[in-house]
């Protein structure tokens, strides 16, 4: 299979992009800047890397020709002046490189959510593009993920676990579903290896689920060292942006409510983590180095 991968230097689409070419097949990657390391780091892989985004309709349509299959992404969550434009304008140039391709598979990477009248900005604003990308009648599948594990990996977040804390926005009883970027790689491979099982499906996407008491207690193990939990009061969230103020707050009422047994036994063969397993493999060497 072929497959142009968006985003493919960033989480998501990276993720992806390393799944297909472990399983053998050839992938263009979508980049904003293809020297950077993780771009450099798929070339190493297999990939071919083509400089663009989504941003750019016609640089699209060009890298997607020949290809059998698209993986996009849409506008990073903010919430900001114009998101809602650039989520629905990056789904459907996606949508239509897809067609121009020849009727190549599109799976578009929306949220979990999206689809139930929340209110909350940027997942209104992929709501939109999840319409407009079906009202294109391209082959295509929508994939919708949690809270991202990969969020611990900024620098802000990774300071504070250095300094023995884990803060998050949400009671230390809130039990929060989260899925880690390599999971939605793999299931992403498989729903394109298996395009006729997925095709016009919307499928939610979560790893794990688990409190933040839970979480700073695996952290803990993680590092040899005590991590406390901390909730951080939303109005320090409303301050910097009131899209993921409503975002926690809903989380804090339940969230998505991903099923995630169901989910789990429909694809076994992701090899889903676990938060601590992942937290070993990815933040153990920084959990090491405790800062004042």
């Given at each position: 299979?072929?497959?142009?991968?968006?985003?493919?230097?960033?989480?998501?689409?990276?993720?992806?992009?390393?799944?297909?070419?472990?399983?053998?097949?050839?992938?263009?990657?979508?980049?904003?800047?293809?020297?950077?390391?993780?771009?450099?780091?798929?070339?190493?892989?297999?990939?071919?890397?083509?400089?663009?985004?989504?941003?750019?309709?016609?640089?699209?349509?060009?890298?997607?020709?020949?290809?059998?299959?698209?993986?996009?992404?849409?506008?990073?969550?903010?919430?900001?002046?114009?998101?809602?434009?650039?989520?629905?304008?990056?789904?459907?140039?996606?949508?239509?490189?897809?067609?121009?391709?020849?009727?190549?598979?599109?799976?578009?990477?929306?949220?979990?959510?999206?689809?139930?009248?929340?209110?909350?900005?940027?997942?209104?604003?992929?709501?939109?593009?999840?319409?407009?990308?079906?009202?294109?009648?391209?082959?295509?599948?929508?994939?919708?993920?949690?809270?991202?594990?990969?969020?611990?990996?900024?620098?802000?977040?990774?300071?504070?676990?250095?300094?023995?804390?884990?803060?998050?926005?949400?009671?230390?009883?809130?039990?929060?579903?989260?899925?880690?970027?390599?999971?939605?790689?793999?299931?992403?491979?498989?729903?394109?290896?298996?395009?006729?099982?997925?095709?016009?499906?919307?499928?939610?996407?979560?790893?794990?689920?688990?409190?933040?008491?839970?979480?700073?207690?695996?952290?803990?193990?993680?590092?040899?060292?005590?991590?406390?939990?901390?909730?951080?009061?939303?109005?320090?969230?409303?301050?910097?942006?009131?899209?993921?103020?409503?975002?926690?707050?809903?989380?804090?009422?339940?969230?998505?409510?991903?099923?995630?047994?169901?989910?789990?036994?429909?694809?076994?063969?992701?090899?889903?983590?676990?938060?601590?397993?992942?937290?070993?493999?990815?933040?153990?060497g920084a959990l090491t180095r405790a800062v004042a």
């Amino acid at each position: 299979m072929r497959a142009l991968v968006t985003g493919a230097a960033e989480a998501q689409g990276g993720a992806v992009a390393r799944a297909l070419l472990a399983r053998g097949h050839r992938v263009r990657a979508f980049s904003r800047g293809p020297g950077d390391p993780a771009a450099a780091r798929l070339i190493e892989l297999g990939a071919e890397v083509v400089q663009g985004s989504l941003d750019e309709p016609r640089a699209a349509a060009r890298a997607a020709a020949g290809v059998d299959a698209v993986f996009a992404v849409g506008a990073p969550p903010d919430g900001g002046p114009g998101a809602r434009d650039a989520e629905v304008r990056r789904g459907l140039a996606a949508a239509e490189a897809a067609r121009a391709a020849g009727g190549a598979h599109l799976v578009y990477a929306s949220a979990a959510g999206a689809d139930r009248g929340t209110g909350i900005p940027h997942l209104e604003s992929k709501a939109a593009a999840e319409r407009r990308i079906a009202a294109l009648g391209v082959p295509c599948t929508i994939l919708a993920p949690v809270y991202l594990m990969e969020d611990l990996l900024s620098p802000a977040a990774l300071l504070g676990l250095q300094r023995g804390v884990y803060a998050v926005p949400l009671p230390a009883g809130c039990r929060l579903q989260q899925l880690a970027a390599d999971d939605l790689g793999r299931f992403a491979a498989l729903v394109l290896e298996r395009r006729r099982d997925f095709l016009g499906r919307r499928v939610e996407l979560a790893s794990d689920e688990l409190t933040g008491a839970e979480a700073g207690a695996a952290l803990s193990r993680v590092a040899g060292r005590e991590i406390r939990y901390a909730e951080v009061p939303l109005a320090e969230v409303r301050a910097r942006s009131e899209d993921l103020a409503a975002m926690f707050r809903w989380l804090a009422r339940g969230g998505p409510g991903v099923d995630i047994a169901a989910l789990h036994a429909l694809s076994p063969e992701v090899g889903w983590r676990r938060f601590e397993d992942w937290a070993r493999e990815h933040l153990a060497g920084a959990l090491t180095r405790a800062v004042a």
